[in-house]
């Protein structure tokens, strides 16, 4: 989901202050020195630093999701990043050196490389250490933040309840400290019925308490409240459009919620079959991504009918943006397809499975010949271009700080402050 755009862009701000010059503009100076090459067995070409677990994750679980067998050094070096806690940053370039206090973790970047290696069936040791942690960093009221211990948000608890989840934790009986489980901190999270926006997921309260509709952290918030990971499984092709009621109540079930959120995110794209930008200086462009997770969210409230117009848009008018954002582009766009029974070999005549694997090491499937798989794995590496995300990460937090705009409320309403 496109959580992790706004848990980069956090977290670059947090790193960076106000002083730094995106790469993408950087790279246009004469001066400008050229980006180290990127590890071997990751997936996208430009500087991972603040997504390389969450873009390989994403890759990863996507190929998984098409029947498709990632390569073993791809697999490798998403475990090869995890700490000796369970727990993953958004990218360790030295993961020979044991994780420390310095090391910033986080549960976004945890919970994608879970279900992911959780459906690649990796080691139990690898996913049980990362399941651990997660637990282990739940807030009081039940929900999670980016960062351990961080004010919780709709994004991150979403994404971690679909994580633990996906590795088998009944998260509806998952109690924190305080006795209260992420369906709790969800549904406290939800716009009343009788408020503008109703039915909606805030990203987070504002300073009054007040919650905000807000479509990223809605198509977080319908996935995670029904307990679903970034991959739902295609349901009934033939259902028609729900309800456009947002049903009031105090006690609301989770399947309820997730109605009220889905009924948003139709209304929502049901005249352009697009969401808009929510970037400061971009508002007046689609954002594609989070379009793709409303595709994904409606079809996981079972609102099939609702899913098709945007991805009809999808399959028209994405191939310039995967191709620019990358690995977890086409992740998400296989996600989207997957999620309607729709062909991600032939999405609006391109074949997302065939790109995704072009930006990484070549993918091996069921049953080809390893020698066939690892000649490929070498032409790849030579061949792998820019498509990864990170140009674009880099173009939104030069958008923000040109606009002396705090990044960190630039996309779903991330708060500005971090813990340390």
């Known amino acids: 989901m496109s959580v992790r755009r706004s848990a980069v862009v956090l977290a670059a701000t947090a790193v960076i202050g106000t002083a730094f010059a995106p790469a993408a503009l950087a ?8 980006s180290p090459a990127p590890p071997a067995g990751l997936y996208g070409s430009t500087d991972p630093t603040y997504d390389g677990v969450w873009r390989q994750s994403l890759a990863l679980l996507a190929q998984h999701t098409v029947g498709v067998r990632p390569a073993a050094k791809a697999v490798d070096w ?8 369970g727990a993953f940053a958004a990218y360790r370039a030295d993961p020979s050196k044991q994780c420390d206090a310095k090391t910033q973790v986080d549960t976004n970047s945890t919970a994608a490389a879970l279900q992911a290696l959780a459906a690649l069936d990796a080691d139990d040791a690898v996913t049980g250490a990362a399941v651990k942690w ?19 948000d709709t994004n991150s608890t979403s994404v971690v309840t679909g994580a633990l989840e996906a590795a088998g934790t009944d998260t509806r009986d998952l109690r924190s400290k305080g006795g209260r489980t992420p369906y ?73 919620t997730a109605g009220n959120g ?12 697009h969401l808009m930008s929510a970037l400061a200086g971009a508002e007046d462009q689609p954002d ?42 086409y992740a998400q766009l296989i996600f989207a397809a997957h999620a309607t029974g729709a062909d991600p070999r032939d999405f609006g005549g ?26 490929q794995d070498k032409d790849n590496d030579n061949d792998k271009g820019e498509e990864s995300g ?10 923000g700080l040109v606009g002396g705009i705090g990044v960190g409320f630039l996309l779903s309403g991330r708060t500005k402050k971090r813990q340390p």
């Open 134 to 152: 997660l637990k282990s960093v739940q807030n009081e009221d039940g929900s999670w933040g980016y960062l351990p211990g961080g004010a919780g």
């Open 27 to 34: 790279d246009e100076s004469p001066s400008a020195s050229p």
């Open 288 to 329: 594609h991504g989070n379009t793709a997770d409303t595709v994904v969210a409606l079809a996981a409230a079972g609102r099939t009918a609702d899913a098709r117009k945007p991805l009809a848009w999808l399959e028209k008018n994405s191939g310039s943006w995967a191709a620019k954002s990358g690995p977890a582009a």
């Open 78 to 85: 998403l475990t090869g990043q995890q700490c000796a806690n």
């Open 390 to 399: 990170g140009a674009d990460i880099w173009w939104i937090i030069g958008v």
């Open 184 to 256: 709790d901190a969800l549904r406290g999270l939800a716009v009343p019925c009788g408020q503008d926006g109703g039915g909606a997921f805030a990203f987070q309260p504002d300073k009054k308490g007040g919650l905000a509709a807000n479509a990223d952290a809605t198509a977080a918030g319908v996935l995670g409240v029904l307990g679903e990971g970034l991959v739902t499984e295609p349901g009934d092709d033939g259902a028609s459009a729900g309800s456009a009621e947002c049903t009031a109540g105090d006690s609301l079930t989770p399947e309820q």
């Open 262 to 273: 889905a009924a948003y995110l139709a209304g929502a794209v049901a005249e352009s079959g």
């Open 350 to 375: 391109a074949d997302l499975v065939k790109q995704l694997g072009a930006t990484g090491p070549a993918a091996r499937a069921a049953g080809e010949d390893g020698a066939k798989a690892d000649q």
